[in-house]
């Protein structure tokens, strides 16, 4: 019905930048909130960013001034730039998005497959 197909990431030293993107394709009527999540080994899934359809955005405390999160509404696309990155920020990050399916209101809620990001120090 939906996906989110998740790009980006990878392994960076401490200081240097990535990105991700994700992207929702199937049966979209409109897109609601988009977020970034992460889930560090041993650790809970945490909130890092949500966007509004908007554009509004949130970031979780740690992250802010460093991550910028955006979308392109066109390409039902939200991206996650990560700059200044510490070993804090390693991560397995997911996409999430609330899609409106039709005109009635349907709604699809769902993740990314996840996209391992590595910070060394």
């Known amino acids: 019905q939906v996906q989110l197909v998740q790009s980006g990431g990878g392994l960076e030293h401490t200081g240097g930048s990535l990105g991700l993107s994700c992207t929702a394709s199937?049966?979209?009527?409109?897109?609601?909130?988009m977020a970034w999540y992460r889930q560090a080994p041993g650790n809970q899934r945490e909130l890092v960013a949500t966007?509004?359809?908007?554009?509004?955005?949130n970031y979780l405390e740690s992250v802010k001034g460093r991550f910028t999160i955006s979308r392109d509404n066109a390409k039902n696309t939200v991206y996650l730039q990560m700059n200044n990155l510490k070993p804090g920020d390693t991560a397995v990050y997911y996409c999430?998005?609330?899609?409106?399916?039709?005109?009635?209101?349907?709604?699809?809620?769902?993740w990314g497959q996840g996209t391992q990001v590595t910070v060394s120090s």
């Open positions: 999430d998005a609330e899609v409106v399916t039709s005109d009635d209101g349907e709604t699809w809620y769902g």
């Open positions: 966007i509004s359809s908007s554009g509004l955005t």
């Open positions: 199937g049966r979209i009527f409109r897109i609601n909130d």
